[in-house]
């Protein structure tokens, strides 16, 4: 089985996309059009039913006028027109999905089989969620908020073990971040453009990365405004096109063409097919069950448990360098030193400045700042902090001879001149670079220890 087709002149070649997947660089981008409940036969979008189930909310007079197929954004407008309904409004889009919270298809189920570590959701239900826990994944959710004093959960960096599922446009747990009418649009795209707040570094680090690749899924790339929003979050510019399947609504609606026209751009190349999602997920699922060995979830034979006394190591990074963090981080614990992530991340979250002093100060032995080109161009960034932090700790233990501040260089860079200056910096790219950032630090903590075991003597 090499391909996929509703017809001949359709085609995608499920070895080649299985394979791009399995070297987990495939972001799972999920339209609204593939929400349904399971085993309906009509497959009406949840949000769908809802903007039904709204307007049923109307008079009769008012609900006969409205157009069929309305959107769940027209609807809202209707039926709650004015401000102060937004409270009723959300109550009531929370209730829908909530009703829905514990319910999955198997055209989830099948994609969630597959070692996926971001889904973008662009609805708030939880049907991708609760696949990857069927898939016996620890599935972690996270969601989009114009509110920057709405709490989201800290998120970890996704793997296929325990995938992202990012929720572009809100989460109805958290009601207030819904994107349900017009003028919550306008707000969001204002929002995001301007990154007040930003989205998640463990989301745009993958986005960004020039290996991605991307599978759409009933987005519905018809929308204008996902023009905007795929340019702001680095979709665009990848080496490899991205595959958009999409339903015959898109087909038949006139604004498709100029979509299609749109993205098929070199620096924006998308392959539109007007395929069955349900058939499409199946097969891929055994493609890659078939060619392609699911080595993701295998843990290197050569790491040991790390010793409770280990030296803890914390990593400042600038946010576009994350997937190289993340491999430097799981080769330093493979070699016996823990990386601090405050048990779920490498960066604490929204009030990081608040958390700094005490993470450079309490929570970590060693702080190791890894500069990148991408880092050396950056006029400002959290790492500033970081490393400001890291040089006061450093000035403090100055007297005593021993290290805290670890510079290292990955990649062509002119490394700062403060670091540069007055500490020894360790180029990863050099074969013997790993062992020589092991080895600084090793010996470093055995010479701690030993001064702490004199010290204690003495007294």
Known sequence: MEHFSENNSEQIDLQELAELITRGNCVLVLGPRVAIRANDQNRIPL???????????????????????????????????????????????????????AATTDFHRDLAELPFKLCVNASPDDLMFNAFQKARKNPQRGYYSSFPQNSNTPLSLPTPEKPLVYHLFGHYEDARSLVLTEGDLIKFLVSIVRSEPPVPDQVRSILRDPEASFLFLGFGFQNWYLRVLLHVLNVYGHGKKAIALEDEQFFEDPEHLQAVVFFSDDDRLVEFHPLRWEAFARQLREAYGTSVPAKMSQVPANLEPLSPSAPVAFISYASEDLEQVVALSE??????IQVWRDKKNLRAGDNWQNQLESVITKKCDYVVVVMTPAMTRR???????EIDAALKRQIKMQLTGFRFLVPVTLGKCEPYPALKEHFHIIDLDHPEGLDALVKSIQEDWQGRQAYKSLQAGAV
């Open 47 to 101: 949000d769908e039913l809802l903007a039904r189930e709204l307007l049923s909310k109307l008079p009769t007079s008012k609900s006969e006028g409205a157009p069929s197929g309305i959107s769940l954004r027209r609807a809202t407008e209707l039926v709650y027109p004015r401000r102060q309904d937004r409270v009723k409004l959300e109550l009531a889009v929370k209730k829908f999905y909530a009703a829905e919270a």
């Open 331 to 336: 080769k330093l614990e493979g070699r016996g």
């Open 379 to 385: 006029i400002e960034g959290e790492f500033q902090w």
